[in-house]
C-alpha cells in the first residue's frame, strides 16, 4: 500500500485502539438472515514519511 499524499511504502498491519477503552474498535455490517452479522477489525497502515494513517480490513470480500 503507497501513501495517497507522498507515494511512500506505508508500514502495514499497526493496531488500531480507542484510548481509554482495551476493546478497539470494529467496522460491522447486517448480514441476511438472522444471527449473520459481519465483522472485522480494522488495521491501520502509517506512513514513514509525513505520518499519514489509513485503515484497512483483510476480510474485505465477505463485506459484499
Known amino acids: ?7 511512500i511504502k506505508m508500514i502495514l498491519d499497526c493496531n488500531v485502539k480507542v484510548e481509554g477503552v482495551m476493546y478497539g474498535i470494529k467496522i460491522s ?6 444471527f449473520n452479522n459481519i ?5 491501520a497502515a502509517v506512513c514513514p514519511n509525513c ?9 474485505y470480500k465477505k463485506f459484499v
Open 51 to 59: 505520518g499519514y494513517v489509513s485503515f484497512y480490513i483483510d476480510d
Open 39 to 43: 465483522s472485522a477489525k480494522p488495521k
Open 1 to 7: 500500500m503507497k501513501c495517497y499524499q507522498c507515494d
Open 29 to 34: 455490517k447486517k448480514g441476511k438472515g438472522l
